[in-house]
């Protein structure tokens, strides 16, 4: 018999968590405005919030740590960064900045200007938010399959190529700031991009003389689901599908605290030196100096040694079948959940959980809550608040996906925590008749209002 899978490492430092009452939590989440940011972390058992920053360093990258170089200019750390960066995405130049929404800030200050279109697969929250608070537009081209919720598709993160050849055939050239891919697609699942999807939009760009940016924050999450889903991939390295993805692009962000499993940090990547030199100005201003841009040398060190260890196959084999782990189970419990399973997060379609509550009272943000006051699970609603208003009309925007995401930190959790979290689930799905009403809106800032809103709950 093939033996299982199992994490390729043991756990050496434990950190203790405190299991609180349901009536403790009903207070606490009362106190918080009925918005599951603004809890203390210790008023949280199991953190499913995101998947960013959360992850468990090793001992080789706390030992890194130790060796950081902190000069200001020119320090070893740096360019064991550069070296790693190199090895792994192929890109020539890279900037160092403090995480990945500043990487964006300093690509989007020379790429993006008012009035642009920026298309691609369905944009993450910051990516948006740097876009539009730019005066540009984010144009959502991810194909049709990725919001059925039930529909298996290998790569539903993929981009509509029709979609995007009218957005660069209708528009010129000059207006389009770049097309940018999210790997994999966080906003539709954790769904993967495929390499040929990859390497088509990256033609399509060329062709109307536009440049290809990747976000790359679950770049090696997306290389192992084509290696298990794409032909011909089979055989080859994790290290060797993220060289070739990254083949294609101009340029890359990325949020470093996710596939790089470090705790902060984040790096964009440039194919050419032109663009490059003009982000460094950007940088110089905005995250500090080129050689270190927001990160100190420690930081930078206990990055180049993740981007190595996040690329694994084993390591991505054990994350990813935990996350198919919790998925299973919450899926034979007869739950509404998205197929197939992300690489990061469970989403769990609060329409289908909650059909009686209407979309103006957030469904998925009311299960969230459920959740959390049933077992202290927190989850994240990723539906109509995280959507936002549209910046012209200023009307709420109700994506086709209204979902509670659970994402899974890596190297944290144990499967035991996954069957808990499973059973808080199974809780509220056997009592969701008695959950008639959802929650209303009682604050809110002009822009990415998820992460401040204040809530009541309506009764
Ligand atoms: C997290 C993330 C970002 C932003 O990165 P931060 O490090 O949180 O600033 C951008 N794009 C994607 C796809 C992400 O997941």
Known sequence: MDLPFTEPFKIKMVENIYRSTKEERENWIKDASFNLFNLKSEQVFIDLLTDSGTGAMSDKQWS????????????????????AIKDITGFNFFLPTHQGRAAENVLFSVLVKEGDLVPGNSHFDTTKGHIEFRKAIAVDC??????????????????????LENVLKNNPSEKISCVIVTITNNTAGGQPVSMSNLREVAKLSHKYGVKFI????????????????????ADKDIRDIAREMFSYADGMTMSSKKDAIVNMGGF????????????????????GF??????SGRDMNALAQGLYEGTEFSYLESRINQVGYLGTKIKV???PVLEPFGGHAIFIDAKKFLPDIPKEEFPAQTLALEFY???????VEIGALMADRDPVTRQNR???LETVRLALPRRVYTNNHMDYVAEVVRNVFERKDQIKRGVKIKWEAPIMRHFTIDLERLH
């Open 214 to 233: 990747i976000d790359s924050a679950r770049f090696a999450e997306n290389a192992y689901f084509i290696k298990l889903r794409e032909d011909g991939y």
């Open 290 to 295: 080129i050689t270190y841009g927001g990160m």
């Open 398 to 400: 109700f994506p086709d």
């Open 373 to 379: 006051t049933e077992g202290g699970v927190r989850g």
């Open 333 to 335: 419990y007869g739950i």
């Open 142 to 163: 991810t194909i049709d399959a990725a919001s059925d919720t039930t529909l298996w598709h290998p790569f539903k993160g993929n981009v509509d190529l029709e979609k």
């Open 64 to 83: 890194a740590i130790m060796l950081g170089d902190e000069s200001y200019a020119g320090a070893s750390s740096y360019y064991k960064l550069k070296d």
């Open 268 to 287: 964009i990547g440039f194919r050419e030196e032109g663009l490059f030199r003009q982000a460094s100005t950007y940088n110089i201003i905005y995250e």
